[in-house]
């Protein structure tokens, strides 16, 4: 297993269309969470999944968001009618269940136009 | 007051000088510590974590946390180039997810 894979890599896309991305986790780990990342800041957290359960969202997450994690392996997180204000680097990053670190992806990168 | 902060920096540092960079949280509650380092246009990468008041040694990084002051700090010794990147300090308060803060730009200079 080479890790915490994301697709695509790039996003871009004209506002009001929907996007969806992809996180395949490592897969001996059973939680998986989506960041968003924006320039000079940290990644804020948006949800997470432990197993197939999705345990809490932020609420940063507005109604347009929505992330699935059908039989607790991959995940994706879909974006409706998609606004500039989208664009960010969406991060994906998976662990044990326990008090360990991440291992995240390398990030799908999007851009609303 | 955000949950966790740090300088944004840059911090910069001569080669092979110590490079010490800091983060306050405001979570008492908040159980065990991260750093993460990330390079421009990568993706975090775990450095070490801490769960209790002292310091923790890893090679040329030593993390360091003070629950009664809420601050964590990262040392890194004998700063290199390559180390030049944005440090990411993060929180876990309920064994859950991860509060991270802002960063601190470091650039070590040849």
């Known amino acids: 297993d080479t890790g915490v894979s994301q697709n695509p890599r790039h996003k871009i896309t004209k506002r009001g269309q929907n996007v969806t991305f992809r996180c395949d986790p490592i897969?001996?780990?059973?939680?998986l969470y989506w960041y968003r990342q924006t320039l000079g800041q940290g990644p804020e957290f948006l949800t997470y999944f432990q197993n197939e359960a999705q345990l809490e969202k932020s609420r940063l997450l507005s109604d347009r968001f929505s992330a699935e994690r059908p039989k607790g392996s991959f995940s994706t997180l879909e974006i409706q009618r998609t606004e500039q204000g989208d664009s960010a680097m969406y991060l994906c990053?998976?662990?044990?269940?326990?008090?360990?670190?991440?291992?995240f992806g390398s990030g799908t990168r999007l851009t609303v136009v | 007051q955000k949950e966790v902060e740090q300088n944004s920096g840059p911090l910069s540092v001569p080669e092979g000088a110590i490079a010490s960079l800091n983060c306050t949280y405001s979570?008492?509650?908040?159980?065990?510590f991260f750093w993460y380092r990330q390079y421009s246009g990568k993706s975090p990468e775990l450095i070490m974590f801490?769960?209790?008041?002292g310091d923790k040694e890893d090679g040329r990084f030593t993390a360091q946390l003070n629950k009664a002051s809420q601050y964590v700090s990262l040392l890194i010794r004998d700063s290199q180039p390559s180390d030049s990147a944005t440090y990411l300090c993060?929180?876990?308060?309920?064994?859950?997810?991860?509060?991270f803060g802002p960063g601190t730009r470091l650039s070590v200079l040849p």
């Open positions: 897969s001996e780990h059973n939680r």
């Open positions: 979570d008492r509650g908040s159980q065990s």
């Open positions: 801490i769960y209790s008041n």
């Open positions: 990053a998976s662990t044990k269940q326990g008090n360990y670190g991440y291992t």
């Open positions: 993060a929180v876990n308060r309920d064994g859950q997810n991860f509060v």
